[in-house]
Every structure is written in structure tokens, then in C-alpha cells.
């Protein structure tokens, strides 16, 4: 297999490979570990007390349609979030994010949380106990609006329900200036003449619908994940929920549940090392939740008793996730090149501070690359160089030898031999191109920093395709100068197969972030001057050496 076969196979290799990687990596998650379960459970979902004849989440749960019982909206609103509480369970039925803008209109905030079509997902909580009140009570506010004052810091949001038999619970959201945390906690006053041992759920409650923007040929993961010490990172695809009730429920002193979408999460994030169990539940044929069980101590007459469970719903930005929670980090999943990816966001993070533009951060990264492997990518453009002055000889042996493919092949090795050349070494660039090609994809596409950034002129979404199709076509235009400074393929098929691939790639390359198709396009543009000026090195060489 000479030079340019191999070459071609692999850039098809990679576009193939690109292609299923993107496919299976989120419609096919990894298995997750079976966790050990403790103690009584109930339909994976744990029973609070061996007496009680209150149903669990999952089983309140799974009378919940996307139909919910409407109370009364209370709105609330901070810097960054722009939210609805209901009164009828207390649910977080709607949240927007005023800093990140729609995938239809940027000036439009991204509506996360939402009751009403065409996605339904919600947050929710309740108590487990007999006279508590689970998502479904009814709770009172003092007020209907609730705004954070330019010199707060916090935004509390009551909500009070009242038991026939004495007692009160208030349901308190906490948000925060400048974050996405809420705190969700719950303020138990047993006003009644017996002792109550009541445990709290939290779930998130959604359909298994991707978001807007979703393409097939871009598909990211949407779905619930968890994480603990012992199990680590995993992903729970909405069609295994429901298969194996040992795998839906999870007993573990750490660790936290989530639900993922592109570019956002919704992650409960329990705190100290009490026992909790995380627990998935299909609904319905397109509804899931997924949730954790909180105990709470034994709270005697006349007592109180709290408990509050982060709520983080927002950007998967990777330097706040790291700060939460253990493991949090992991949602921005760049797959097996992970040990590649992570270093190309943090050197691009990095170039961003610096130059306040994603675009030219891409640029210079790109450059700075090429600086790295420059001295073996100049040693393959020589040998490609050589390869090119051989190509009349090596036309020449073809017609000799005709159709013996054994002598032309022996014939050929021994020039290769003569001339010190490794027929192979022009492949190298390829080769190293490919590793940082599809991690820079995988960042391009999961790091929400990036999530309608502009470049310049036309460019107003790096992680978006060329609204006008100019960088692909920019792209095509190098491939082809490239097949120019390269050796010409003996076989006439091979030949003319290398000059199509650059109108393959640029029609490929049309669908593909604009940010992936400008480093590609400062790649090519870079290996273009680097072979150029070798050739010109290599072709005078003769020439100074008789002097």
C-alpha cells in the first residue's frame, strides 16, 4: 500500500470513525455497575418505615403525568435566572437563564425547566411519611412575585403547608446572586402528640424529548447520570430505565444524580456522608424520573427538624462544576480522548483570557500545535517531497514492469532503499492530525463557554456551521493545493480520487462548528507554507551541493 492509499484511508477512516463515535457514544452510554442495594426497597425506591403506608416517590411518581395539577405561579427572579414555582407540590415548573440565549433567538432567554410543550421537565420534591405532604400538597406563599434587591445576596422563597394534626412544614427555596444554585430545604414543626421519622425525596421529573438544536448529525447524550465514589461517572440510558430494578437504585454515602442535556445539566447535590439512595423511574412510555431519598432524624412533639438539598440547574461550565461537587466535572464527557481534550479547553480557556475571542484563541492554539509537532511533521514533508521527485522514475518502473506487481513492488523498494526514503513518512501528519482533530471536536462541541461565541465578520457561533458555507469551501481550496505540493498517485484511479476528496470533505465539512472548520482551514493553510517551502528546499538542494 503506497503513501497516498494509505493516506486516504486513513482521513476516510476518520470521517467514518467521527461519524459512529458521535452516534454511539450517546445513544449507547456505558453500563452502569451494579450497585449494591441495602436495605428494603420498593419498586427501587426505598420504604421509609416498615410500617408506613405512605407511598414511595416512584410510586407518587408514577400517577404524575405531564398533566400536573396547577396551583398558583409564583415568579421569582435574580441576575442569572428567571424561574416559576407552582403551589401545588411546590414544583420548579419553569426556570429560564438570562445569560444564555435560546438556540432559536440569543436574545431569547434558554428556557431549561418547562411544564408546557414541546418539552416537559420539572423539578421536584416531596416528604415520606404519613400526614406529609408529598409533590402533590398544596402549599401557601405571602407573596406571588419575589425579586433579589441590588444589594442582597440571597432570595428566600417560602411556601407553608398546614396538617390536620398540628403539623406545619415550610418549603423554602434559596437562590444566589451570580449562581446557579438554588437550596431546596424543608422546615418541620411536629405540632402533633406522636413522634415522626419522615424521609424527603428529591427528583427531576422530564420526558426523554432532546432539545432544540438537537441534530441526527450531531446527536449529544440527553438523560439522567450519577456519580459516586465507588461507581464513579455513569450514564443511564431512558431505555434501559425500567429493565433491571437492581441498576435503577443506588445506596451510597456520596455521589450525586442528574439530568443531561447538551451544553446544561440539573443535578441534585447531596451534602456531608449521610446514607442516600439514588433511585430511576420510568413514568411512562416518554417520562422518567430520576431521583435521591434523604432520611431525616426522628423529630419528637413539639420539635423541629431541617433538611436542604443543593439544587444546581444551569451551564455545564467546567470550572464551576469542578467546585460543587466530586466528579461534577465529568458531565462535560469528551469520551475516550478525555487525556487529549481536557488539555486543548484549558490551553484554549487559557488563550481566551488573554485574547478575549474564541476564534483567535482556536487560531493560535492551532498554531502553537503546529509549532509542537513541527519537527516531525517537516521530517515527513521531506520524505513527501522526495517522494514527489521520484515520481517520474517510479512512473517509469510502472511501465516497465506493467502488470508484474511482485518486480514493480521489489523495484520500487530498492529505490526507496537508494534514496533513503520511507515511503510511509508522509502519512505522519495525517496520523498526528487525528487525535487532536476529534478531542478539538468533542470540545467544540460540549463546552458551553463556547456556545454562541462569535468569531468575526460572518462567524457569530463557533460551535454552529458557516451560515454561508465560506470556511468549508476555504477548506476545500486547501485540500486542493495540498493534492498539488504532494506526489501524484501512479494509479490513474487513485489520482483522480484525490482530487475529489476535497469536494467530498467541504460538502462533509458543511455541517460540522465553524470553530472545527477554521482550525482546520489555519492547519492546512500552515502545512500548505511548511510543504511549499520544503519542496523549494528539497528541488534547490541538487543544485547547491554541485557548487
Known amino acids: 500500500m503506497d503513501t497516498q492509499r494509505l493516506i486516504l484511508f486513513l482521513v476516510f477512516s476518520l470521517s467514518l470513525f467521527m461519524l459512529w463515535e458521535a452516534w454511539q457514544r450517546d445513544h449507547n452510554p456505558t453500563p452502569q455497575t451494579q450497585a449494591t442495594t441495602q436495605g428494603p426497597t420498593n419498586s427501587g425506591v426505598p420504604t421509609p418505615t416498615a410500617t408506613s403506608t405512605t407511598a414511595s416517590p416512584a410510586q407518587s411518581a408514577a400517577t404524575t403525568s405531564a398533566q400536573l395539577v396547577n396551583g398558583e405561579r409564583i415568579k421569582v427572579k435574580t441576575d442569572l435566572i428567571d424561574a416559576e414555582i407552582d403551589t401545588n407540590g411546590g414544583d420548579l415548573r419553569r426556570m429560564s437563564l438570562i445569560m444564555h440565549g435560546s438556540n432559536e433567538n440569543k436574545q431569547t432567554p434558554f428556557v431549561l425547566f418547562s411544564d408546557v410543550a414541546p418539552h416537559f421537565y420539572v423539578a421536584q420534591t416531596g416528604l415520606i411519611g404519613d400526614s406529609l405532604p408529598t409533590h402533590k400538597a398544596l402549599f401557601s406563599a405571602a407573596a406571588k412575585e419575589y425579586t433579589l434587591s441590588p444589594n442582597a445576596q440571597t432570595l428566600d422563597v417560602r411556601l407553608t403547608w398546614h396538617s390536620a394534626n398540628g403539623i406545619q412544614v415550610d418549603k423554602i427555596y434559596t437562590f444566589h446572586r451570580g449562581s446557579y444554585l438554588v437550596d431546596i430545604g424543608y422546615e418541620i414543626k411536629n405540632g402533633s402528640n406522636a413522634t415522626i421519622k419522615p424521609d424527603a425525596y428529591f427528583q427531576l421529573l422530564r420526558d426523554e424529548t432532546a432539545p432544540q438544536g438537537e ?3 450531531l446527536p449529544t447524550y440527553t438523560g439522567p447520570a450519577t456519580y459516586t465514589d465507588k461507581n464513579k461517572f455513569q450514564k443511564h440510558d431512558f431505555g434501559k430505565i425500567g429493565n433491571d430494578k437492581e441498576k435503577d437504585s443506588i445506596v451510597s454515602k456520596d455521589g450525586w444524580i442528574a439530568m443531561l442535556q447538551h451544553y446544561f445539566i440539573a443535578a441534585y447535590l447531596p451534602q456531608g456522608s449521610g446514607q442516600r439512595e439514588f433511585y430511576l423511574k420510568k413514568i411512562s412510555d416518554n417520562l422518567f424520573a430520576a431521583g435521591v431519598i434523604m432520611p431525616i432524624a426522628e423529630i419528637a412533639p413539639n420539635a423541629t427538624a431541617r433538611i436542604s438539598m443543593p439544587l444546581y440547574a444551569g451551564p455545564l ?5 469542578k467546585k460543587l461537587a466530586p466528579g461534577l466535572d465529568l458531565s462535560v464527557d469528551y469520551g475516550w480522548l478525555t487525556v487529549i481534550a481536557v488539555p486543548i479547553f484549558w490551553l484554549l480557556s487559557f488563550l481566551h483570557k488573554w485574547l478575549g475571542n474564541w476564534g483567535w484563541a482556536i487560531i493560535l492554539l492551532t498554531v502553537l500545535i503546529k509549532l509542537a509537532f513541527y519537527p516531525l511533521s517537516a521530517a515527513s514533508y521531506r520524505s513527501m517531497a522526495k517522494m514527489k521527485a521520484l515520481a517520474p522514475r517510479l512512473q517509469r518502473l510502472k511501465e516497465q514492469f506493467g502488470d508484474d506487481r511482485q518486480k514493480l513492488h521489489q523495484a520500487m523498494m530498492e529505490i526507496y532503499k537508494t534514496e533513503k526514503i520511507n ?8 496520523v498526528i492530525q487525528i487525535p487532536v482533530f476529534i478531542s478539538l471536536y468533542w470540545v467544540l462541541l460540549y463546552s458551553v463557554e463556547m456556545r454562541h461565541a462569535p468569531f468575526a465578520l ?3 457561533d463557533l460551535t454552529a456551521q458557516d451560515p454561508y458555507y465560506i470556511l468549508p469551501v476555504l ?4 485540500m486542493v493545493v495540498q493534492t498539488r505540493l504532494n506526489p501524484t498517485p501512479p494509479d490513474p484511479i487513485q489520482a483522480k480520487v484525490m482530487m475529489i476528496m476535497p469536494i467530498a470533505f467541504s460538502v ?5 462548528p465553524s470553530g472545527l472548520v477554521l482550525y482546520w482551514v489555519v492547519n492546512n493553510s500552515l502545512s500548505i507554507a ?3 517551502r520544503i519542496n523549494q528546499v528539497m528541488k534547490h538542494a541538487p543544485k547547491q551541493a554541485k557548487r
Open 475 to 478: 477548506m476545500g481550496i486547501s
Open 215 to 217: 441534530t441526527k448529525f
Open 458 to 460: 460572518w462567524i457569530h
Open 423 to 430: 515511503p510511509l513518512g508522509g502519512c505522519l501528519p495525517v
Open 317 to 321: 461550565e467546567q470550572e464551576t462544576l
Open 530 to 532: 511548511q510543504q511549499w
Open 508 to 512: 462533509m465539512f458543511l455541517w460540522f
